[in-house]
């Protein structure tokens, strides 16, 4: 999904969308003050027909007092678009929004209530877990030029788009869970939503989830065969989930497979952004976080987990194969945390 969407002197709202389906003509819910509008694009576009993004160019739309009665003097305005369900504009009056961007790389194995309520109630638009949209429609929502205050989570590859944030003009941070806590932890997710018959759910969920679906059959029993029998079955696309996702989102470039060399140029990126912390200390990356934007408001940081994560967690640390697939995460968390264990004893 791409777009571009304004404002205007007249207070309407205008811009285009292409849909990733290049065929259909984008459908959006208006919000304002007194009314809700369901509308479809019926401008044309034909320069959007040039630049192959669209077929028909079927994809402008102005909102205003023709079709959307009301919407020019509403103090409040949502405008969503429909296919994705993603909020692409919005104006509020709340003293509560935070007129800044803050985008936070994360790699907790569980949906966060800090991520998809507390912070996201404090700006204007949140898009928690960007990397489950597509890099195509990530960057568009990120970059969106009509909204000041953004808030954005997830599994973004940080190596490859960090330029682009700090052009965009976010504050940049990472919060990041130990990798055996993370992929016990995120095996017992899916694990859950599989046996629970909540595929659809499951299906909801970023790539780094739903790709494991059929390795929750090899966790019925949570010993060392299990283990054994799970990491021997890995598919190509379930390696790639599993294998050293850190380093793979803060230390590789494009189509590259994380090695030894990818963990000091992760450890040099994480030395680029605003804040950095882990989840093991939430009140550390809280104190670096929050002066940076006033009022910001992180809560006390409660991370959910499964009751039997630390004995898949222990089955994991001793497992030769998750050792070998989870390598240099586990190099990359062990100089993370003695830096960050440095860096406060020198604050002391």
């Known amino acids: 999904m791409l777009f571009s969407i304004n404002l205007t002197p007249q207070n309407s709202i205008a811009g285009w969308l292409a849909p990733d389906n290049p065929t259909l003509t984008p459908k959006f819910k208006v919000d304002g003050d007194l ?3 369901i509308l479809e694009a019926d401008c044309m576009r034909t320069d959007i027909v040039n630049a192959h993004f669209h077929e028909t160019g079927l994809v402008g739309f102005i909102f205003g007092e023709h079709n959307a009665p009301g919407i020019t003097t509403s103090s409040e305005i949502t405008v969503t678009e429909l296919s994705q369900n993603r909020i692409i504009f919005r104006k509020t009056k709340s003293a509560r929004i935070k007129n ?8 907790l194995p569980i949906p966060s209530k800090l991520m998809r309520q507390l912070l996201g109630e404090q700006f204007s638009v949140s898009y928690p877990a960007i990397d489950d949209f597509g890099i195509e429609t990530a960057l568009s929502l990120l970059g969106n030029d009509s909204m000041s205050s953004i808030f954005s989570e997830g599994r973004l590859s940080i190596q490859n788009h960090f330029p682009l944030l700090k052009k965009w003009g976010y504050i940049t941070s990472a919060l990041i869970s130990e990798p055996f806590s993370e992929l016990a932890n995120r095996l017992l997710t899916v694990k859950a939503l599989v046996e629970s018959d909540r595929i659809g ?3 909801a969920l970023p790539p780094a989830f739903k790709s494991l679906s059929d390795c929750a059959t090899k966790l019925d029993k949570l010993d060392a065969t299990s283990i054994h029998a799970l990491f021997a079955s890995l598919t190509p696309e379930q390696k790639l989930a599993v294998a050293d996702p850190l380093t793979r989102y803060l230390g590789c470039g494009q189509n590259e497979e994380p090695e030894p060399r990818h963990v000091s140029q992760a450890l040099n990126r994480l030395s680029e952004l605003d804040a950095v912390g882990l989840t093991s200390n ?8 929050e002066p940076l934007i006033p009022g910001l408001d992180l809560g ?13 967690e222990e089955l994991l640390r001793d497992s030769p194969q998750a050792n070998r697939i989870l390598r240099n995460d586990i190099r990359l968390y062990h100089y993370l945390e003695k830096s960050l264990s440095l860096s406060v004893g020198d604050n002391r």
């Open 201 to 203: 759910l499951l299906m």
């Open 35 to 37: 009314a809700s509008y």
């Open 300 to 312: 006390e940081g409660q991370f959910s987990g499964f009751k039997d994560a630390i004995t898949l």
């Open 100 to 107: 800044t961007r803050l985008f936070i790389f994360n790699n």
């Open 282 to 289: 939430f009140e550390l990356f809280r104190d670096t976080l």
